[in-house]
């Protein structure tokens, strides 16, 4: 039987988490962070993964100067 990816679970090692088809997260400042995924499929069998990230500064979007 072919089984198909449900959702996604995240769980982001700064208090929050995210669930869904598609999750995104954006981090508020730099540090270490142990970040785990959960992949689970329309079956209900899961997976997961965890791994330490290493988020720096933003860097600034500098918009480019037009010049003729």
Do not use: C, M, W
Not at 1 to 14: A, C, L, M, N, S
Not at 20 to 38: M, N, P, R
């Amino acid at each position: 039987e072919i089984t198909y990816i449900y959702h996604f679970k995240g769980k982001f090692g700064d208090g929050s988490s995210g669930i869904g088809e598609v999750i995104s997260h954006k981090f508020q400042s730099a540090a270490s962070y142990t970040v785990e995924l959960t992949i689970i499929d329309d079956a209900g069998a899961s997976d997961s993964i965890t791994k330490k990230i290493s988020v720096s500064e933003e860097i600034q979007n500098i918009p480019p100067t037009s010049r003729f």
